[in-house]
């Protein structure tokens, strides 16, 4: 016989031999079976058990963006009045509820997953590569639980933002408040000093003009004359434009007229935290109708999967033992 034909020779062997292993290997689990079958049974109730006992997870999520116009709408119109052309424009004021709102709900993500019983509060994006809309999620043992406290939680930043940035508008309200009436009683004490000194030289004439003798007006254009000139108007015009000058209201300008009006406005201004929001929904937080855990399917199947693979190994290994033959 060649070398070809003891290859094929061997070849059959070995297959034939691989053959009997595998179908020796079946009848040994189908003898078995019952073994098997009492393992995977036995996997199929502890699932069961622990799908009773494990603490069920579940997802409530919302989806959040920046805050309409009207929601900020208070807020940007206080500080339009305050700061003028100056002021943020409402896209500003719309990105900086926002963008306070998303680092106080991130703190208060890290603060529960810190506790000695952590809960989980989720912000990722919901369009990747996009800083909104956000999503923000729950897991809780319960949906409605889950549903419940994701809205708190969302509710509470609100508030605190809210009031954080309507606390720091009533101070730059009250701060611009006392500057305008800083600045309002200054430019009404020099308008008293501009008449005190016009009364001055007023009577300051008059006594030169009795001095003089002079009781008549001896010019025609009285607005030529210079303060030290003024006697000649004589001391009956002087002694009258004095008395009404006395109760003339003091000289003041545009410009004092321009902050009263900015005060009023400013001093009517009033905070509405209640109609003010650091946000808007875009998916109000949801009520999951799928736990994520535990999965009831795949536990049980997976159970019998289980089962299966501990019966076939504790028969062929009991098969293993009864057919062990020591070597002498």
């Given at each position: 016989?060649?070398?070809?034909?003891?290859?094929?020779?061997?070849?059959?062997?070995?297959?034939?031999?691989?053959?009997?292993?595998?179908?020796?290997?079946?009848?040994?689990?189908?003898?078995?079976?019952?073994?098997?079958?009492?393992?995977?049974?036995?996997?199929?109730?502890?699932?069961?058990?622990?799908?009773?006992?494990?603490?069920?997870?579940?997802?409530?999520?919302?989806?959040?963006?920046?805050?309409?116009?009207?929601?900020?709408?208070?807020?940007?119109?206080?500080?339009?009045?305050?700061?003028?052309?100056?002021?943020?424009?409402?896209?500003?004021?719309?990105?900086r509820f926002f963008g306070r709102f998303n680092s106080a709900i991130s703190a208060l993500s890290e603060l529960l997953d810190n506790q000695d019983k952590p809960e989980k509060l989720t912000i990722e994006e919901s369009v990747k590569g996009q800083p909104v809309p956000l999503k923000v999620s729950y897991v809780s043992t319960s949906p409605a639980e889950a549903q419940k406290t994701l809205t708190t939680y969302i509710q509470q930043i609100n508030k605190r933002v809210v009031n954080e940035l309507d606390d720091d508008l009533k101070t730059s309200i009250n701060s611009k408040v006392e500057d305008l009436n800083v600045d309002l009683a200054t430019k009404e004490k020099?308008?008293?000093?501009?008449?005190?000194?016009?009364?001055?030289?007023?009577?300051?004439?008059?006594?030169?003009?009795?001095?003089?003798?002079?009781?008549?007006?001896?010019?025609?254009?009285?607005?030529?004359?210079?303060?030290?000139?003024?006697?000649?108007?004589?001391?009956?015009?002087?002694?009258?434009?004095?008395?009404?000058?006395?109760?003339?209201?003091?000289?003041?300008?545009?410009?004092?007229?321009?902050?009263?009006?900015?005060?009023?406005?400013?001093?009517?201004?009033?905070?509405?935290?209640?109609?003010?929001?650091?946000?808007?929904?875009?998916?109000?937080?949801?009520?999951?109708?799928?736990?994520?855990?535990?999965?009831?399917?795949?536990?049980?199947?997976?159970?019998?999967?289980?089962?299966?693979?501990?019966?076939?190994?504790?028969?062929?290994?009991?098969?293993?033992?009864?057919?062990?033959?020591?070597?002498?």
């Open positions: 016989m060649n070398p070809d034909n003891n290859n094929m020779a061997n070849y059959h062997t070995d297959s034939n031999q691989e053959s009997i292993d595998l179908i020796d290997l079946i009848i040994q689990l189908w003898k078995g079976k019952v073994t098997i079958i009492a393992f995977a049974v036995l996997t199929i109730i502890l699932a069961v058990i622990y799908l009773f006992v494990a603490k069920e997870k579940w997802t409530s999520e919302a989806i959040i963006t920046l805050p309409d116009s009207g929601q900020v709408a208070n807020y940007n119109n206080a500080m339009g009045v305050l700061y003028g052309g100056s002021a943020p424009s409402n896209v500003e004021v719309q990105e020099i308008a008293q000093e501009k008449k005190d000194k016009r009364l001055e030289i007023l009577n300051q004439a008059l006594i030169v003009a009795e001095q003089s003798n002079i009781k008549n007006t001896l010019v025609q254009q009285a607005e030529t004359l210079s303060e030290d000139t003024l006697f000649v108007l004589g001391s009956d015009a002087l002694s009258a434009t004095i008395k009404n000058e006395a109760t003339r209201p003091l000289p003041l300008d545009d410009s004092y007229f321009d902050a009263r009006q900015s005060l009023l406005a400013i001093s009517a201004l009033k905070s509405k935290p209640d109609t003010t929001y650091a946000f808007r929904y875009v998916m109000k937080p949801s009520l999951p109708i799928r736990r994520d855990s535990p999965k009831k399917g795949l536990t049980l199947v997976l159970g019998a999967l289980i089962g299966l693979i501990i019966g076939s190994g504790v028969v062929l290994g009991r098969n293993a033992l009864r057919n062990y033959k020591p070597v002498v």
